[in-house]
């Protein structure tokens, strides 16, 4: 019973509570900048003008291996055959827990390089501003021009409705 009550209070929250503040689907996403796994610092605004997912995990979390792995061998084709980049990005200093890098956590499940599938150490500001309830997974689908299309927890369980809104944002 105990169980039940917990899950209930789980689920709950996770649908009841406000999405981040500081991103609002319908807006301009805001630039930030995040490392990739060669030490090159990135930005977010190098990839606008295709459509992108923006993909905030934690590498230590169960559900965030589960869907790098799913993605790799179910989505990956499709979202590569659609034009829109995945941004995979480690959510700043992985949530304060002790977890493998976004690379090594990614190479692990089948991440191999993939041309458009782009791997990130996220800032402590680009944390801040996407995932400032410290979710363990959490996404967002940005248009071609730059705004937030829609966002919610966790792309492992919407990989097909995230590609949907891509594709649709052109």
């Not at 009550?5 to 406000?18: E, G, K, P």
């Not at 900048?33 to 459509?51: E, M, N, W």
């Not at 869907?67 to 499709?78: A, K, L, N």
């Not at 492992?156 to 809104?165: K, M, R, T, V």
């Amino acid at each position: 019973m105990a169980i039940v009550v917990v899950i209930v209070v789980l689920v709950s929250y996770a649908l009841l509570r406000a999405p981040p503040t500081s991103v609002k689907t319908g807006a301009a996403a805001p630039n930030f900048s995040f490392t990739d796994p060669q030490g090159t610092s990135q930005s977010l605004s190098s990839f606008i003008g295709k459509p992108i997912v923006l993909w905030w995990v934690a590498t230590w979390c169960s559900s965030c291996v589960a869907g790098t792995q799913i993605f790799s061998q179910q989505y990956y084709s499709q979202y590569h055959a659609a034009g829109v980049t995945v941004l995979e990005i480690e959510s700043y200093n992985d949530l304060g827990e002790p977890g493998p890098s976004i690379g090594t956590m990614a190479s692990q499940n089948g991440y191999t390089g993939q041309a458009g599938w782009i791997l990130g150490e996220g800032s402590s500001h680009g944390t801040q501003l996407y995932n400032p309830n410290s979710d363990l997974e959490y996404y967002y689908v940005i248009s071609p021009q730059g705004n937030i299309v829609t966002q919610g927890t966790p792309l492992s369980g919407a990989f097909g409705s995230a590609l949907s809104a891509a594709e649709g944002s052109e």
